[in-house]
């Protein structure tokens, strides 16, 4: 035991990196207040004002019901997966998705999405440490990797138009996507052969200038498995039933339901989006940014990624952020804020830190 008042160099490393912690922390909010900055800039703020309080009502009840869809679609991708491990009624796998997203989006911490869901999932379902490990790491799994698949389309059809700059950008985040999606369902799988692959791309990653060490970290957050949850894992993910209904529930909330919200808001001001289908698949190679640690939970740099990959493509300046940031509302931020509708009988506090012991 040291002697009172004198200082441990545990203590001192602990206080260095919650400075660093801290400065990153208001780095990145720098970051994503410039990249509000970049989409709103151009805009007549008070002409659009007025603009959407003319939409015509058959566009606005169609957002709302594209809306409410989305969220059926959202709550239906837990509900798969869930009843995989045994009947579990929509409403708890509603509690559980906004849960997530409420503690990754709003409550600012240190803990991630990983080690915060399967507490998640063993509060509101009760199944075992285990079956929550694998049902949450399936999830990050699947979401991942349909997420860079689909964005991979959308850079091979589009990268002709895009700038290099934000093409970079994309490329960078949809590899990510799908090297985390591939060693997620690998570690659930062959864990020993993920455990080997993610220790070189570790390596790899660290060596990228000025985000190298924040990309290894992603790396290392990724799930990891017990042989108990990697045999659940390797049941769940072998069964279409499961599978099957997560996929159509993703294509649901992450192409189509804002594909749709995108189009009726563009037509209903004025705009237009030619091909119109290729519009969903657009959204999620813009939107891909969110993956890369650049800011809390993508703020602001999804929106400037999705707003230049729009102009790129076609959509009228003016128009494109204001489309952007009412369908990150109605599709990001909206979900994450009724969140604390379930989250409020919840100890949060408590839940963050069971999550980041866990992750620790």
Known sequence: MNDEGTESPSGDDSAGRS????????????????????????????????????????????????????????FGMWYALLNGLGPTDFRTSANVDLVIKFVNHVVPSKASGHSVAPLVVRHYTGVDWAEAVSVSGLNTGLYAAL?????????????????????????LSTGVYLVAGVLVLLAGRRMNAAGRLASRLGGLLGRIPRIGDRLAGVAAALPSFTADSAGVFRRLS???????????????????????????LLTGLGGEFSPVLALPVVLVTAYS???LPLTPGGVGVAEASATAVLVALGVAPELAPVVVLLDRTFGVYLPAVLGWLPAATLDISDLLARGEEGSG
């Open 19 to 74: 400075w660093r912690g801290r400065a990153l922390s208001a780095l990145q909010w720098a970051v994503a207040i410039g990249a509000f900055w970049y989409v709103a800039r151009g805009v007549d703020w008070s002409a659009t004002a007025a603009e959407l309080a003319t939409l015509d009502a058959v566009v606005i009840a169609g957002v709302l019901a594209v809306t409410a869809v989305e969220f059926g679609s959202r």
């Open 147 to 171: 997420y860079g698949l689909v964005a991979l389309a959308g850079v091979g059809l589009f990268a002709p138009r895009l700038g290099g700059g934000w093409l970079l950008v994309i490329l």
């Open 238 to 264: 072998a069964r279409p039933s499961v599978v099957g209904p997560y996929a159509l529930g993703w294509a649901g909330t992450l192409m189509v339901c804002p594909g749709l919200r995108v189009w009726l």
């Open 289 to 291: 940014v969110t993956v």
